[in-house]
């Protein structure tokens, strides 16, 4: 019976009817396909196989109901078939049966899980446990759809869209700009990942974002919303503004939010009556304090006090811990005369926190204003001594003065004290300090080193080391701070004036050991800078970035340490880093001729050329003969190989250079485009001219700088290049021996130099050149690395 049982079923595989209905299935005849499994089951009811084949039919025909009748039966039959549950599980989800659904799908791929079907079950999975809260599996599911299949594109948006929602920026970025390595015109995923740099606050990226999106999609208001908030977070109050006009125009709802960004963009263009008009409006459809302090700050640049104190009075009924409130209403009562009001206000703050220094600092000007000067003593020493910089303090004490860098007032105190005491250290010493602070470097060695024979202070030999050192008297310098570290070892900060010292007299490894002792005290950014300056002269490149950075992560608008490390990254060919630095510097200072000179040479080098020449235009509108920005104009026409434009700009400079020591920048460039024109002899009447210039015998840098030394030596190359095409050997190499004594990690010249050898028969010496040649190109890529 059982033989006959299994010869049976085999027997169906022969069936005629069965291969139509695999066939059919195959080739996507659905419906053909059920017809003839319905006679085939209806003539052999047991057959689950079929009944599967049939379930996957109805499946394609969205028949879900009928699809799972018949997967229930084969899972019932065979338990241990994975096809099944893949199948059944498709349908529950159709039949958005979520919990049976996402069953059978695990058991699946429990089962086995190279199925073709898995990476769509892995799908389905993914976005049901995200539903039901489970959302480690749902990242464990999603980050194997991904192994398996890297570039999906909705794994990506909803891994990224979970990573968002979690708050991991980072994870989710990565998963974005993934999703725009295969559609970078998403607009969705391009306004994800605007947000996401904002969240990152990289606002630079998230316009760049906003822009592309709106590219792609000029009206839409969310994006446009967005964009005009990044606007704002970087005070470019005109683009803001535009983008909201554009909101407005396209219907974009007028709500709170919007108001309130408005309002604060007319601040920012000081366009304070529309400001109070946004504020008021937006106000009116909800309150929120931050909303009433904004137009507070409005109406006290408009020195409308009691409106500010009105608003105030408000954001702190709403939130009474709003820090920033209570200290503008602290302001505000000083500037209505209300002095008592204000030193109640500012007393409370004081006992939250006893070392506010802008809370001392009002206080003590309130109780001034009321003559009760012993008060105003109290908190303004303890505001000084927090920070000697503070402004407010007592106008009788000279140490006061000078903790406020009111140096002039602070002196005629000392000189007063010193008619009546003339050899007291003390006085002598604070006199020498003030000259120090001041400038008068020479009479405050004269103070401090008289003060210094009545009694041996360390903070004496230390000012007195600062004048030293600022007049270029290094070694000097270098005793005096060393005495003060004898005097007092636990100044560590005298290390750093040390190191200073030591740096300028070339002794760099002793000036990195006293650095490193200062920043053990106190970390700031003018001590980074200095160690930086060390590691660079110490060719530790990569070493010296890191403390830029450190100095710039303490003080971010600080434009010299940005221009330092732009520079050093330029040296360390990393272009893109460094145009970021320039960008950022020209953000703080928009008409920094060096800043946007620098910023165009990054972009010639990252093949940039429109942004490149927009650049360079900037910089002759404000300086029409700018040889350099000419110059680079014209290297930007050569490598987009427009050399007709290129020469023409260079004539043009040319004409008007005349006694201009840039002159053989220009030459130079020309000649190199003639060359490559193989014009040769007007080449080589460019480069003659160059040549024949006046140059210094100074060192050659690697740092791409335009002085005229680096030009001869390219002059000789070039010049060298064209004898050599000429056959004039004798005479490329006496240009290429030029060019390679001025710089002997010239690899062009290596070259052809070494191609010179070899039209001559003098292979060994070639040879020598070629492999110097490789060997410098092979360090530069180890030095990039």
């Given at each position: 019976m059982n033989f006959l049982s299994k010869k049976a079923k085999s027997s169906q595989l022969f069936n005629p009817t069965r291969r139509k209905a695999t066939q059919a299935l195959k080739a996507g005849q659905y419906a053909e396909a059920i017809k003839y499994y319905d006679g085939l089951i209806e003539t052999n009811p047991e057959s689950v196989s079929m009944r599967c084949d049939r379930g996957e039919a109805y499946l394609f025909l969205k028949e879900y109901e009928k699809a799972k009748e018949d997967l229930d039966i084969y899972v019932n039959k065979r338990p241990e078939d994975e096809r099944g549950y893949y199948l059944r599980g498709i349908a529950n989800d159709r039949l958005n049966l979520r919990e049976d659904a996402l069953n059978d799908l695990s058991r699946a791929l429990r089962i086995k899980d190279d199925n073709p079907l898995a990476l769509e079950a892995l799908k389905i999975c993914a976005r049901h446990n995200y539903d039901f809260g489970n959302h480690d599996k749902a990242f464990k599911e999603l980050n194997s759809i991904l192994q398996r299949s890297a570039n999906d594109t909705w794994a990506l948006e909803t891994r990224g869209r979970m990573y968002y929602e979690n708050k991991q920026y980072q994870e989710a970025l990565n998963d974005f700009n993934s999703f725009l390595f295969v559609q970078p015109n998403n607009i969705n995923i391009l306004e994800l990942r605007g947000t996401t740099y904002r969240k990152l606050n990289n606002s630079n990226d998230a316009l760049n974002d906003f822009s592309q999106a709106l590219r792609l999609n000029s009206n839409d208001p969310n994006i446009l919303i967005k964009r005009s908030k990044t606007y704002l977070v970087q005070k470019k109050y005109s683009n803001a503004l535009g983008d909201i006009e554009k909101y407005v125009y396209y219907g974009g709802e007028l709500n709170a939010s919007v108001l309130k960004n408005r309002g604060l963009i007319y601040a920012g263009l000081s366009r304070h009556n529309e400001a109070i008009a946004d504020f008021t409006a937006s106000l009116e459809k909800k309150e929120k304090g931050t909303t009433y302090r904004h137009r507070a700050l409005v109406y006290q640049i408009l020195k409308q006090y009691k409106e500010a104190l009105s608003d105030l009075n408000q954001a702190l009924v709403l939130n009474d811990s709003d820090k920033e409130s209570l200290i503008m209403r602290n302001q505000v009562y000083t500037q209505l005369n209300r002095y008592d009001d204000a030193i109640k206000g500012l007393t409370k703050t004081?006992?939250?926190?006893?070392?506010?220094?802008?809370?001392?600092?009002?206080?003590?000007?309130?109780?001034?204003?009321?003559?009760?000067?012993?008060?105003?003593?109290?908190?303004?020493?303890?505001?000084?001594?927090?920070?000697?910089?503070?402004?407010?303090?007592?106008?009788?004490?000279?140490?006061?003065?000078?903790m406020q860098e009111m140096y002039y007032e602070a002196l005629d105190d000392l000189n007063v004290a010193i008619q009546n005491d003339p050899?007291?250290?003390?006085?002598?010493?604070?006199?020498?300090?003030?000259?120090?602070?001041?400038?008068?470097?020479?009479?405050?060695?004269?103070?401090?080193?008289?003060a210094n024979t009545k009694e041996r202070r360390s903070s004496s030999f230390k000012y007195r080391g600062k004048s030293f050192l600022m007049l270029k008297k290094y070694q000097e310098a270098?005793?005096?701070?060393?005495?003060?570290?004898?005097?007092?070892?636990?100044?560590?900060?005298?290390?750093?004036?040390?190191?200073?010292?030591?740096?300028?007299?070339?002794?760099?490894?002793?000036?990195?050991?006293?650095?490193?002792?200062?920043?053990?005290?106190?970390?700031?950014?003018?001590?980074?800078?200095?160690?930086?300056?060390?590691?660079?002269?110490?060719?530790?490149?990569?070493?010296?970035k890191t403390d830029l950075d450190k100095a710039l992560s303490l003080s971010p608008q600080n434009t010299s340490l940005l221009l330092q490390r732009a520079t050093l990254l330029e040296k360390l060919q990393r272009y893109q880093e460094s145009l970021t630095d320039w960008d950022e510097l020209l953000q703080i200072d928009p008409n920094n001729i060096t800043a946007l000179q620098s910023r165009g040479k990054m972009l010639i080098k990252l093949c940039r050329y429109e942004e490149a020449d927009s650049t360079f235009n900037k910089i002759l509108e404000m300086e029409p003969n700018n040889l350099n920005a000419i110059c680079y104009q014209a290297e930007i026409h050569k490598e987009q190989k427009n050399y007709e434009k290129a020469i023409e700009v260079l004539t043009k400079g040319l004409e008007n250079a005349s006694g201009n020591k840039n002159m053989i920048h220009l030459y130079v460039v020309r000649g190199d485009i003639h060359?490559?024109?193989?014009?040769?002899?007007?080449?080589?009447?460019?480069?003659?001219?160059?040549?024949?210039?006046?140059?210094?015998?100074?060192?050659?840098?690697?740092?791409?700088s335009t002085d005229d030394k680096k030009y001869n030596t390219l002059a000789l190359c070039y010049r060298g290049s064209i004898h050599r095409n000429n056959k004039n050997y004798d005479n490329a190499l006496k240009d290429l021996d030029g060019s390679l004594k001025n710089d002997p990690r010239n690899i062009f010249a290596l070259c052809e130099r070494g191609a010179v050898y070899r039209d001559k028969g003098n292979f060994k010496d070639a040879w020598n050149d070629i492999e110097n040649a490789l060997k410098l190109s092979e360090e530069n890529e180890d030095y990039l690395e």
């Open positions: 004081l006992n939250v926190n006893p070392n506010d220094i802008n809370a001392l600092s009002d206080r003590g000007k309130n109780y001034m204003a009321l003559n009760k000067r012993s008060e105003a003593m109290s908190d303004l020493t303890r505001a000084l001594f927090i920070n000697p910089t503070h402004v407010q303090a007592l106008l009788t004490h000279a140490k006061l003065y000078r050899m007291n250290p003390k006085l002598l010493r604070s006199r020498g300090k003030i000259y120090t602070l001041m400038g008068e470097y020479d009479k405050a060695i004269q103070d401090l080193s008289m270098i005793d005096d701070f060393t005495e003060a570290l004898n005097l007092n070892p636990t100044k560590l900060s005298i290390y750093g004036d040390r190191s200073e010292a030591y740096f300028h007299l070339g002794k760099n490894q002793r000036a990195l050991v006293d650095i490193n002792k200062s920043l053990e005290f106190n970390e700031n950014e003018k001590s980074f800078k200095l160690r930086s300056l060390i590691h660079e002269k110490l060719d530790q490149a990569k070493t010296a060359r490559l024109r193989k014009e040769y002899e007007e080449s080589l009447k460019d480069l003659d001219e160059a040549i024949s210039l006046n140059v210094d015998n100074m060192e050659i840098d690697n740092d791409e």
